[in-house]
């Protein structure tokens, strides 16, 4: 039988990423992948519309699709769009900032960049599983700091701390933290750029759902004082915007980082169709700048939720928790306290039709935990009445 030659560290690695691994079952509500429920302003849709094959009558609107993209416009709006909201005041300009196929792309590429064969990366656990999948297949090692699951899986910038040393080639911290979403203090993540920058390393802090948090939580605002921090951001998540695939990162010009980084893009690994209607998301967004994200009807929910599930276990002496999270982010991890470790949560959900994301696949997770994302505000009543019915025929403590 012919095999064909392929690099062990991605053939013998089995995926941890959860994306297209659903349970069977039909759904009654999807609380699966995070993407803002919020619907996005016509004006996207308008932009869509313009674009027209040029005729004798109309010159059209093609030149984005049908040229290579090319220009700084997307950059110099984003850096526009946070000096208006307070971050980067006096110094965020376009050559701050590196676009990438989603921000995934950027992280991906930072592990080309800073780990070779062998070279240890620091996180912690839980985490973003698409990214550790990552890690192993560059032939990298991945270790983590463990969060306690005794304290409600919070992350203590001691111990993160306490594992980091020179033998690692790159440090990476999640604000908000995927799947708790629950933020890290700026204080703390200064603290551990610094130990970094003692050795000449970087440290990534990556910001997906850090729409949901306020401006002045992001880490983008260290960057003066860290030239060895690089913050990567999405469209995915708050924008709503997770197919047009696009994202970005933010960092320093002193450190030489970006220059760097750019060697490793795919070359227009942004599509134009992308990079128009992300600029247009921009403008879209001004238009509530009193809640662009829709934060608070999310507050409203997490906190109805989070309510609710200490209500049925009261009533039905079950003990479904919630990891400790923020109100504001649409995100959090709810697990069963069950000596079974073969007890499968989202299987159980899904047994009433409740789709989400199992938390088997993160490093020091298992089956026993799940991820949820709210839904709109209008289908909180179904997912509260869906949740009900799973806390009451948990297994008996």
């Known amino acids: 039988m012919f095999q064909l030659e392929i690099n062990p560290n991605v053939r013998d690695y089995v995926s941890k990423d959860y994306a297209g691994s659903l349970p069977e079952g039909d759904v009654k509500l999807d609380c699966s992948l995070g993407v803002n429920t919020d619907l996005l302003g016509n004006c996207i849709f308008q932009r869509l519309h313009a674009f027209e094959q040029r005729t004798e009558a109309h010159g059209g609107n093609f030149a984005e699709i049908k040229y290579y993209p090319h220009g700084g416009t997307l950059k110099e709006a984003l850096a526009n769009w946070y000096r208006g909201n307070g971050v980067g005041e006096g110094w965020l300009t376009a050559d701050h900032i590196i676009l990438g196929n989603g921000s995934y792309d950027i992280l991906c590429n930072l592990n080309l960049l800073c780990l070779t064969r062998g070279k240890k990366v620091l996180g912690h656990a839980p985490q973003f599983t698409a990214y550790v999948d990552h890690v192993h297949c560059t032939g990298s090692v991945y270790e983590c700091c463990y969060l306690d699951r005794a304290d409600g899986y919070r992350f203590h910038v001691e111990d993160y701390l306490e594992k980091m040393s020179a033998e690692y080639g790159l440090f990476i911290v999640e604000n908000p933290i995927n799947p708790t979403g629950l933020p890290v203090r700026l204080e703390d993540i200064g603290r551990i750029a610094d130990r970094a920058a003692a050795w000449g390393k970087l440290l990534v802090v990556d910001e997906a759902y850090a729409e949901y948090l306020p401006f002045s939580a992001s880490a983008i605002n260290l960057i003066p004082r860290h030239p060895n921090l690089i913050v990567t951001r999405s ?87 919630a990891a400790a999270t923020c109100e504001s982010t649409p995100i959090l991890m709810l697990y069963v306290e069950t000596e079974d470790p073969a007890f499968h949560l989202q299987r159980h959900l899904m047994g009433e039709g409740l789709l989400t994301v199992s938390c088997e696949s993160y490093v020091g997770l298992d089956s026993r935990a799940v991820r949820l994302m709210l839904p709109e505000r209008e289908q909180m009543p179904l997912l509260l009445e869906l949740l009900e019915r799973a806390v009451r025929t948990l297994p008996e403590n």
């Open 235 to 321: 469209f995915s998540k708050g924008w709503g915007m997770a197919g047009v695939r696009l994202g970005y990162g933010v960092s320093s010009t002193q450190s030489g980082l970006l220059p760097q980084l750019e060697k490793l893009v795919l070359p227009f690994n942004s599509n134009g169709i992308a990079r128009v209607l992300a600029q247009t998301a921009l403008e879209t967004k001004f238009e509530r700048p009193e809640d662009p994200f829709g934060i608070q009807p999310v507050i409203l929910s997490k906190q109805e939720l989070l309510a609710a599930i200490e209500t049925y276990n009261r009533r039905y002496g079950r003990r479904l928790r």
